[in-house]
Structures are given as C-alpha cells and as structure tokens.
C-alpha cells in the first residue's frame, strides 16, 4: 500500500482558487488511476475528479469548468487546481489511488479547504 500525502488546503474567499497537491510514495504511480475525493461535515465522501494512468480526465457536474486535475508521472504527483471556489465546497479533499491492473487502493490524510467571506 502507498502513501499518499496532499497539501494547499486552506482558506479562501468565494470566487478566490486554491491548488491542491498530492505526492505519493510506495506506489508504481504510471499505472494509478488517481482521484481527489472530498468529504464535508455530516456527509459521504464523493469523488470530485479522477485523471487515468493514461492522462484521461473526468469530473463530477458539480465542479466541470471550474477543477482541472492533472498529473506528473516523473514527480508522482497529481494537482487539483480549483477555480471559482463557493462555499459548497468546503470539505477535507482526499487523494486517493487505484492501481489499474490489481484494483489497489490508497488514501491520503486530507486536506481541509474552507470556502467563505
């Protein structure tokens, strides 16, 4: 199992951006698919956006315009870059990977982003 560790959580004031960061370790990355997930207070954590060990980006309705994910296979990280922040997207933000081939998986520690005035 890898370790994965996410920074550039904090806060910012609606419209603002932030950029998340995932490095991870212990892990063949190029062959992760790799996915930030995110979980607010009292509810179930959701899958925000997913970028394949192939460079395919998908991402849920909620954020499509606003997040791009991408990631680096020679630094093994994978980047959130947020936009146009609302409040509604406060949460811890987790980094996770599943390796394509054995359905591995990994979780990171999370990261809080706060989004208010």
């Known amino acids: 199992q890898g370790r994965l560790v996410e920074s550039g959580g904090g806060f910012v004031q609606p419209g603002g951006s932030l950029r998340l960061s995932c490095a991870a370790s212990g892990i063949i990355f190029s062959v992760n698919d790799m996915s930030w997930y995110r979980q607010a207070p009292g509810e179930q954590r959701d899958l925000v956006a997913t970028i394949t060990s192939r460079g395919r980006a998908n991402y849920t309705d909620d954020v499509k315009g606003r997040f791009i994910i991408s990631r680096d296979n020679t630094k093994n990280t994978v980047d959130l870059q947020m936009n146009s922040l609302k409040p509604e997207d406060t949460a811890i933000y987790y980094c996770?990977?599943?390796?394509?081939?054995?359905?591995?998986?990994?979780w990171g520690q999370g990261t809080q982003v706060t989004v208010a005035s």
């Open positions: 996770h990977a599943r390796r394509t081939n054995t359905g591995s998986t990994s």
